[in-house]
């Protein structure tokens, strides 16, 4: 399995392009997926410079209800004109950071004939599965970190019932997960993945003030045999405590980089 970063906060190249947000390009030995679309037409701009054609995409994952993982997905419906787009059916519900800033995604996505909103796992073939976050009952409680779903004019702490993961079974498990809301510690104990890419949403931890904790996170996952691919929202100065623990099981990833596993 080959995977290219199409959008990440930072750009591994100095001719690509790079924005807060994620986009990967996933070639499986039967499927190529894009999997998010970062905020804007970034992953399009990158995907021309790295000579990867979006009409080849036959899959495409969202992975959770946040305009940085799905700002791209109108650009993408222009440019891929058979794919289906699968999601979880509570990505349209009303997400706010804080109380002033909304960072849900378009709602005229939810009518289009290509899209596909699922509650439970879905196996798309031998090899690909959809999982909802939601259906696990989590070990370590779920940080909002200031993340709400808005309802009834009431802000309440987002527990990412919107939030999948795309476990993709090949000579290894792989997951991949947009942000891992529902904390990193959670989806290791509940899949066990060989290989995980995706963010650890740890910005709100300070590096400094929590880095115990950091530590600590990071013994917890130097217990499985996994290799960590990580970005947009794990953090620099979190990456860098954890990779004194982890050394070779964690690389960090941004636009252009390019994963073989």
């Known amino acids: 399995m080959k995977c290219i970063v199409l959008t990440e906060n930072t750009s591994y190249k100095e001719d690509l392009l790079h ?7 996933i070639e499986t030995e039967h499927h190529t997926i894009l999997f998010d679309s970062g905020q ?6 990158n995907a021309l410079k790295l000579n990867l054609d979006l009409n080849q995409v036959d899959i495409c ?8 993982h799905a700002g791209g997905l109108k650009k993408f419906l222009e440019m891929n004109h058979h794919a289906k787009i699968y999601m979880h059916e509570k990505v349209f519900n009303s997400y706010w950071h804080g109380y002033d800033k909304y960072i849900g995604i378009d709602a005229s996505l939810k009518d289009h004939a ?30 909002s970190y200031g993340l709400y ?15 999948i993961l795309l476990q993709i ?3 290894k498990k ?14 290791m104990h509940w899949l066990k993945p060989d290989v995980l890419i995706g963010g650890f949403h740890l910005k709100k931890v300070d590096p400094v003030l929590k880095r115990n904790h950091l530590i600590d996170l990071a013994q917890t996952l130097k217990q499985y045999k996994t290799h960590y691919y990580t970005g947009h929202c794990t953090g620099e100065g979190q990456y860098l405590v954890m990779k004194e623990v982890l050394q070779d099981q964690l690389d960090e990833i941004s636009a252009g980089f390019c994963m073989e596993v």
């Open 174 to 187: 792989i997951v991949f997960s947009g942000c891992t809301h529902c904390g990193i510690e959670n989806v």
């Open 40 to 45: 804007s037409d970034v992953f399009y701009q």
């Open 149 to 163: 779903v808005k309802k009834d004019n009431e802000y309440i702490d987002d527990k990412f019932e919107h939030e």
């Open 114 to 143: 290509r899209v596909v909103l699922i509650q439970d796992t879905l196996k798309l073939d031998e090899n690909l599965t959809l999982i909802p976050c939601a259906q696990y009952e989590p070990v370590i409680p779920i940080e």
């Open 19 to 25: 924005e807060h947000g994620l986009s990967l390009w």
């Open 61 to 68: 994952v969202l992975s959770h209800g946040h305009y940085d």
């Open 169 to 171: 079974d090949e000579d």
